[in-house]
């Protein structure tokens, strides 16, 4: 079936809706916003509060409009004790209640949470302006747990067809604010990690230090006690041989170095077919040491 419009009523024979005007402005106007200011309906921190706030701007879905004139506030829901979720901002086109807002989409909360999906089907159309991670606990909003979703062309997009430039100053700020956030948390932990390993490697190194003198001194005293037990076992050895060496000839020539070694006069001198001792004793008509020289008896 072929349409056309707009043209003038005469006795009502031309009758227009909304959906036809709307119809006419999609054919030359696409889906999205407006692309100047640069902030276009911009989802920004509210502070240190559990909200966000829409900056002014303007939108089209479908071929209808939206216009936002002061900065708009949304409340957020409080973080979750135990599980994370993220949050969408959307505009959204509503069929049923003829009317389009700018609204929170709550998301399933998750260890690993994801936003939720866009509605776009006979009752309402959606566009995405931005996701808002909320952490488990999470008190406050912080710009750097916002995504800005408005140039991703499958969530929103900017309006093309009647777009003279394009400003991406602010969005461009907004991605270098995230960065600097974003490097400053990740230097905080590296260095939070760094301090945890050294000093885990410095109790380390001291237990293996401890560990070591320990089994030092053990192999010490294992040591030493077996060398005193050598000792002992030698010792022990020795009394019960020294008795029975007179009975060899070994046994013989050891007494005999004895002997020599305790006599009083232990050297000996072969004078013709007779044998003296010579050396110096104690004499007892003296009193005192003098040099001997005697006939063997």
Known sequence: MFRFGMFNSINGDRRYKAEDFAQYFATFIGNGIFVKPSDCLQIRANGDSMSVYVRPGKGWVNGYYLINDEDYNLSLAV???TLNRIDRIVIKLDFTLRKM???VKKGALSASPIAPTLKRDADAYELALADVYIAKGALTVSQAAITDTRLNNSLCGLMHGVVDQVDTTTIFNQYQQWFEDYSVTKAAEFLQWQNKVMSELEVWIDAQEKD???WRQAEEALYYTWLQGRKDNFDAWFETVKDILDTTA??????????HEDASLPHKFLLGNEVYKYGFAFNPDLKCVSFIFKEVE
């Open 212 to 214: 070591f003198e320990a």
């Open 79 to 81: 973080g979750d004790a």
């Open 101 to 103: 807002s700018v609204e």
């Open 250 to 259: 070994d046994g013989k020539l050891f007494n005999k170095i004895q002997d």
